[in-house]
């Protein structure tokens, strides 16, 4: 008898949720500083709303496995609470979550931080998958990232 794994349970489930539909945003930008420097500055979500004009922290902490719940402003009148699950963070590289409800519409975001040869190249890449999602307008979350990432840039440099 063969046992499977969660993590091939997972995927399996996210393979299904992709077949009723995927999307996917992405945007990056080069900081001219230092992958340590905007590292400080993505991990202070507490501080969120002094720079960021698309998420702001409503509740939590960010650690693996805890549950953080963001406000989402996806467009100047549409805003939403998002809880989402802390599922990888590699100092200075690489911070994920994901949430959701299968089958309607998940997401796994991820901010990826790369040594450039003029500083640090920030990513922001998020996937949907669902039922949702061939009704959704991704659009202004690709605006909202592009934004944030502006956002990032000006307050590493106003920093550092």
């Known amino acids: 008898m063969a046992i499977i794994s969660s993590q ?7 393979s299904v949720s992709a077949m009723l539909g995927a999307k996917s945003v992405h945007t990056e930008i080069i900081i001219p500083t230092s992958p340590e420097n905007v590292w400080q500055v ?3 979500i507490e501080r969120y709303e002094e720079w960021n004009p698309a998420i702001t922290l409503v ?7 805890n549950s953080v719940t ?5 467009t100047e009148e549409k805003s939403a609470n998002i809880s989402s699950t802390v599922k990888v963070i590699e100092p200075v590289t690489h911070l994920n979550h994901q949430g959701g409800y299968w089958g309607i519409i998940t997401f796994d975001q991820h901010y990826w931080l790369e040594p450039h040869e003029s500083g640090t190249k920030f990513t922001i890449h998020e996937d949907y998958t669902g ?13 909202q990232y592009e934004k944030m990432a502006t956002a990032l840039k000006a307050r590493v440099l106003d920093i550092y």
């Open 8 to 14: 091939a349970l997972l995927a399996a489930s996210m």
């Open 42 to 44: 993505l991990i202070d």
């Open 59 to 65: 509740e939590g902490q960010l650690a693996v496995g």
């Open 70 to 74: 963001y406000r989402f402003q996806e």
């Open 131 to 143: 039922l949702w999602v061939n009704f959704w307008d991704s659009s202004h979350t690709q605006a």
